[in-house]
C-alpha cells in the first residue's frame, strides 16, 4: 500500500539546536518526494523536490536529502521564525495511475 | 506577481447542498490542483487539471469534481454535501504539473467549508 509516514510528530528545538525531520515513504513509480512549511491558517509553502535517491537541496537553514526509502529535512541552527508545520509528499505512477500522497507533518517549535 | 486566489474564503453550507469554490491560478500557470486538509485525515489529494484536461484523480468519491477553463482559472465542486465534507480546500497551481521536473508549485489561502 503506498503510504507516507513522517516522524516526529511533533518537535520542540531551542533557537540554533540543529536537528532532522523523517519523511518514510513507499510509493511505487516515485516521480518526486516534495517538501512544504505550512504556517497555521495557511496554505503550504513549496520548499523542495527531489526525484532522485542521493540528491541533495538547500535553501537558507534547510537542507533536504533523499534515499530509496525515506527523506530528511535537516535543519540547522534553527531560529523562531522556522516554527511550522512541515510536511512531506511522494508522487508515484503505476500503471498510468498517479498517486500524490501527503504524510500527517511535523510540528516545529523552536524556542527563543 | 500575484498568487493563487482562491474564492470563497470562507462557508457555512447545509447538508445536502452543493458547493462550488473558484481557484485562479498564477498568470501563466497551466496546472491547477486541489488538496482536502482536515484535522483527521491530513493533506489529500482530490484531482489535477492541465490545460483544461483532468489529469489526476486522487481517492475521492463521484461527489467531487472540477474543471479548467480556457484562461486556467478552475472551479471545484462538491454535490450532496455531507458532515464529513466540512475541511480546509487548498488549491495550488504550477507552470507544468505536480508530476514534472523543475516545477514550483504554489498554494492559495484556503477555502474554509462548513457543513452543518
Known amino acids: 500500500e503506498d503510504q507516507v509516514t513522517q516522524s516526529p510528530e511533533a518537535l520542540r528545538l531551542q533557537e540554533g539546536e540543529s536537528s532532522s525531520l523523517n519523511c518514510s515513504y513507499t510509493v511505487s513509480g516515485l516521480r518526486g518526494l516534495f517538501w512544504y512549511r505550512q504556517d497555521p491558517g495557511k496554505g503550504p509553502e513549496f520548499l523542495f523536490t527531489l526525484y532522485s535517491a542521493g540528491e541533495e537541496k538547500e535553501k537558507e537553514r534547510l537542507k533536504a536529502t533523499l534515499t530509496k526509502k525515506e527523506s530528511f529535512l535537516h535543519i540547522t541552527a534553527p531560529k523562531p521564525e522556522d516554527s511550522a508545520t512541515y510536511l512531506c509528499a511522494a508522487g508515484g505512477a503505476t500503471s498510468g495511475t498517479y498517486k500524490y500522497i501527503f504524510g500527517t507533518g511535523t510540528r516545529l517549535k523552536v524556542l527563543a | 506577481k500575484a498568487g493563487v486566489t482562491q474564492t470563497p474564503r470562507y462557508l457555512i453550507k447545509t447538508r445536502g447542498q452543493q458547493v462550488t469554490l473558484s481557484c485562479s491560478p498564477i498568470s501563466g500557470h497551466r496546472s491547477v490542483s486541489w488538496y482536502q486538509q482536515t484535522p483527521g485525515q491530513g493533506l489529500q489529494f482530490l484531482f489535477e487539471y492541465f490545460s483544461e484536461t483532468q489529469r489526476n484523480k486522487g481517492n475521492f468519491p463521484g461527489r467531487f469534481s472540477g474543471r479548467q477553463f480556457s484562461n486556467s482559472r478552475s472551479e471545484m465542486n462538491v454535490s450532496t454535501l455531507e458532515l464529513g465534507d466540512s475541511a480546509l480546500y487548498l488549491c495550488?497551481?504550477?507552470?507544468?504539473?505536480?508530476?514534472?521536473?523543475?516545477?514550483?508549485?504554489?498554494f492559495g489561502e484556503g477555502s474554509w467549508l462548513t457543513v452543518v
Open positions: 495550488a497551481s504550477s507552470l507544468y504539473g505536480t508530476d514534472s521536473s523543475g516545477n514550483t508549485i504554489y
